[in-house]
């Protein structure tokens, strides 16, 4: 089978997109091919496959699966790249819509200079942090700043959803930490039901902060939108941050903007880019 694909990347988070708008025969075939289709080497390579469908409660669907062919119920990168593919391919003719997902329609905002979209504002709804909802095995109804012990080392974490679980771990410098060890120690921790999403964050000053994520599924990734979110939530919650901040969150792959607003709603900015289209057989 040909199929017709499209490679983007928000900040370096890079999925291949396959558009089923008009025909989702394809879904099963192509979620068996996932892992062969993300593989670097063999493969087009990317974090994860991505389908564009139509919705009968949005102007239109997302489904986003890992590289390990497992679903997430949200991906902060993946719906900024299809709301730009969308707008751009004329799907749509208006720069304020929503788009469905596992974890809920998201209000989507464009901007547009030269009919092209620069830049993606997305409405990612409220955060979670009751520890039964992300969710984490705790006796305490949150996990703010709560002692996890690998190797008799203590990591402070603190769980946030964003419709995804996520465990924020400050550290003094990102780029020390070995992600390739703790990364799968966290995301397979025996408190964690559905595997976490783990984000080292650095504070660089009051209004930013750098953060590398481990993936559940995927491992290091060079961004994650749910995961900047999470980050920002969480330094609210530790009280380093206010709400209604605009706080920049460094990535490996780029940079996005977060903002903790008092109505619990968090909104994320950020870029989306075209890498190439192209056909593949599978």
């Known amino acids: 089978m040909l199929l017709d694909f499209i490679k983007m990347e928000g900040a370096g988070n890079d999925y ?13 075939i192509i ?3 996932i892992e062969k289709l993300c593989d670097r080497h063999f493969g087009i390579g990317s974090d994860g496959v991505v389908f564009v469908l ?8 997302m489904r986003m699966f890992n590289s390990d062919a497992s679903e997430a119920s949200m991906c902060g990168n993946a719906i900024r790249c299809v709301a730009k593919y969308v707008y751009e391919n004329k799907y749509i003719d208006k720069e304020n819509f929503s788009i ?8 989507i905002s464009l901007e547009v200079l030269n009919k ?18 992300i969710p984490v ?10 002692s996890i012990y690998l190797d008799g080392v203590e990591y402070r974490v603190t769980c946030v959803s964003m419709g995804n679980p996520h465990a924020v771990i400050f550290v003094d410098n990102v780029d020390n930490i ?35 994520v481990w993936e559940r599924g995927s491992g290091e990734t060079l961004a994650c939108g749910t995961g900047a979110c999470a980050c920002v939530v ?29 109505s619990e709603k968090v909104i994320m900015s950020g870029p989306a880019r075209v890498c190439f289209t192209g056909k593949i057989e599978i």
């Open 100 to 107: 469905e997902t596992l974890s809920g329609a998201k209000n």
């Open 234 to 262: 969480a330094a609210v919650l530790n009280d380093v941050f206010k709400k209604d901040q605009k706080i920049k969150v460094i990535l490996k792959g780029g940079t996005l903007e977060i903002t903790y607003l008092s």
């Open 31 to 33: 979620i068996q091919n």
């Open 116 to 133: 092209e979209v620069i830049n993606v504002l997305v409405d990612m709804g409220n955060p979670e942090i009751k520890s039964e909802l």
């Open 16 to 28: 291949i997109y396959f558009n089923l708008i008009a025909d989702n025969t394809n879904e099963d």
């Open 54 to 61: 139509k919705s009968d409660i949005s102007d239109f669907k």
């Open 178 to 212: 070995d992600i390739e060890s703790l990364g799968p120690r966290f995301e397979k921790n025996s408190i964690f039901p559905r595997r976490t999403n783990t984000e080292f964050v650095q504070f660089l000053d009051e209004k930013s902060i750098k953060m590398r």
């Open 137 to 146: 095995i705790s006796n305490e109804p949150t996990f703010i700043n709560k």
